[in-house]
């Protein structure tokens, strides 16, 4: 089984709706019994809140399911272990990361555009406004994840 945490800033934008389009993208292609999957937060700003508005209605525009019970969770240096890739949004989320995992010696933590070959960040709608950018980059890169 291949274990992903997509992590963002906050767990309300952007790796949330990683999370579900990927699981989306396992479910259509019927891998759901090989990938586990699961977002977290940098930060402690969110955590308990529900995915951002915005971000559900764009999800729910692209006919993405998600569990509206989804609440934001700081990563834990125990997740180090439990999960094969973490995947970050951006630099600030990698340079962030490094306070709670030092190391990575198993190279498990990734920028997300790297999957795609892109050398950018994927945009925080947070401060965008722009979702829809946003969930095109998140298919873009989950797509070249499943790959």
């Keep these: ?86 995947v970050c949004m951006d630099t600030s989320n990698l340079r962030l990361i490094k306070r709670i995992i030092p190391e990575d010696p198993q190279n498990k933590i990734h920028l997300m555009m790297s999957f795609a070959g892109i050398c950018r960040n994927v945009a925080d709608p947070w401060y965008t406004g722009d979702f829809e950018t946003t969930f095109q980059d998140l298919l873009i890169g989950c797509e070249a994840l499943l790959k």
């Design 1 to 86: 089984m291949i274990r992903v945490l997509f992590v963002c800033h906050g767990n309300i934008c952007r790796s949330p709706m990683a999370e579900f389009i990927l699981k989306a993208l396992v479910k259509a292609r019927g891998l759901e019994d090989q990938y586990y999957i699961e977002s977290a937060a940098v930060s402690t700003e969110e955590i308990g809140n529900p995915i951002y508005p915005p971000a559900r209605f764009c999800l729910k525009q692209h006919g993405v399911w998600f569990n509206a019970s989804k609440t934001a969770r700081q990563i834990r240096r125990s997740d180090y272990g439990k999960f094969d890739l973490i």
